[in-house]
Antibody
Framework: EVQLVESGGGLVQPGRSLKLSCVASGFTFNNYWMTWIRQAPGKGLEWVASITNTGGSTYYPDSVKGRFTISRDNAKSTLYLQMNSLRSEDTATYYC?????????WGQGVMVTVSS | IQMTQSPSLLSASVGDRVTLSCKAGQNINNYLAWYQQKLGEAPKLLIYNANSLQTGIPSRFSGSGSGTDYTLTISSLQPEDVATYFCQQYNSWTTFGSGTKLEIK
């Protein structure tokens, strides 16, 4: 059974940093692209970052480029999202998802609240 | 690419045939997925490549369309289908529609 389990969320002040983790199981992690998607409270879905299966390439929308960094440790089957210079508009539930085009498995999500 | 879903809210009766619409700002070459999100849960993939049913999804769900206009159809609405439905294009990077909330009348 495919499982994606996120952790690392919480309350953080504007301008500070936070690092999310996602532990994957039930599939061969290093065969798949992985992606972070977020959802602000009561809002729609927004792509945040994607990484190739080897970790050799990463992709971001303009809204987070230069502030967020996606990475992975294939030996640990773990995906990361380093979030720097956080803003109030980054407040959202962050989902770890499998694949890079459409997303066939999602974690349960982790809440990040950016507030003073 | 902007994705526009309509209606934003849909009320229907159990057993009804329900149609949800998603319009892309430009041709997305059938690179379209549909997701179902129940309250308090993560989204679930229903349809990919516009009309391919994801494994394990009931056959009452189907997708169609081409170019800029796409449709998700539920052939016979069930109480467990109450959810918000999102479309997603992956022809050029990826963007999601704002969702259609489906409720039982």
């Amino acid at each position: 059974e495919v499982q994606l389990v996120e952790s690392g969320g919480g309350l953080v002040q504007p301008g500070r940093s936070l690092k999310l983790s996602c532990v994957a199981s039930g599939f061969t992690f290093n065969n798949y692209w992985m992606t972070w998607i977020r959802q602000a409270p009561g809002k729609g879905l927004e792509w945040v970052a994607s990484i190739t299966n080897t970790g050799g390439s990463t992709y971001y929308p303009d809204s987070v480029k230069g502030r967020f960094t996606i990475s992975r440790d294939n030996a640990k089957s773990t995906l990361y999202l380093q979030m720097n210079s956080l803003r109030s508009e980054d407040t959202a539930t962050y989902y770890c998802t499998r694949e890079g085009n459409y997303f066939d498995y999602w974690g349960q999500g982790v809440m990040v609240t950016v507030s003073s | 690419i902007q994705m526009t879903q309509s209606p934003s809210l849909l009320s229907a009766s159990v057993g009804d045939r329900v149609t949800l619409s998603c319009k892309a700002g430009q041709n997305i070459n059938n690179y379209l997925a549909w997701y179902q999100q129940k309250l308090g849960e993560a989204p679930k993939l229903l349809i990919y490549n516009a009309n391919s049913l994801q494994t394990g999804i009931p056959s009452r769900f189907s997708g169609s369309g081409s170019g800029t206009d796409y449709t998700l159809t539920i052939s016979s609405l069930q109480p467990e289908d109450v959810a918000t439905y999102f479309c997603q294009q992956y022809n050029s990077w990826t963007t999601f529609g704002s969702g259609t909330k489906l409720e039982i009348k």
